[in-house]
């Protein structure tokens, strides 16, 4: 295990430059319902030998968010799904907690026929998603790429009480009828509050980009149902619960100003984990997928062309 801090690579003024990379968009079926994951070619031949990465979205988002870190990894394939009733995906029959995920990701990888050279890579909610993958099925996976991953249980420490303000607004809208309920959890002026407390970025074009994403993916879930038995998981599970049983190497994308999992909470997880590199993003919270793709890419590729010359 390595504890090290990222240099500080200046973020570019403003919002980031358009999406390049055309996907081929894969369907397939889980539990009788239909799912989608873009597939994105190598743009070159650079990374020859190079293994297909899998990667996870976090809670209330899609696969938007995590194009940036994909367009900054040119020399790899890279797959990304939409989470069951997020997206383009369609809702499950069941709970959609942390084992229905799970699961999920299981049926994705065969149905995809990706073998176990696959590297998984999960941010926030998906890092603990990706995490009990990686520990229930070892053989599936080669190595485990978590980025902000959530190192700590949401009710604990300073920040228990943000959480246990987001678990009454969840249970409100819950607990309110269907119309109403769903208003609440698709308020713009609450995800433009949530965006605002996450966004760490003092470029004010980057901040305005950040908003942007939010306010068109945000709530962008297939019902009620979906989003609270999702945020029931997110607060109830954490990648912790499972870091001894991680066999695989392990990379740790931290941030230093994360409001959700705390340095000293990153430190610990990487110390319970076997094999485990950890690295810690200066200037940056919870977004790193939006505010630091670039360094964070390099990471990952570096990380893994040691492990696959």
Known sequence: MSGTAARRTPTPSGAPAPFTRTPTVHSFRVDGTQQVCRDFAPVNDDGAGLPPIFMVHGFRGDHHGLLRIVEALPRHRVLVPDLPGFGAGAALPRPHDVPAYTA?????LAALGLGPDTVLLGHSFGSIIAAHLAAESPELISELILVNPICEPALEGPKG????AAELYYRLAAALPEKPGMGLLRSPVIVRGMSMLMAKTRDPGLRRWIHAQHDAYFSAFASRRVVLDAFRASISDTVRD?????SMPVLLIAAELDDIGSVKGQRRLAELVPDSELHVLPGVGHLVHYE???EAAEMIDDFLSRRHP
């Open 161 to 164: 009480i943000t959480s246990k």
């Open 104 to 108: 999920f990701v299981r049926d994705a």
């Open 292 to 294: 630091k793709p670039a």
């Open 242 to 246: 499972v870091a001894a049983r991680l």
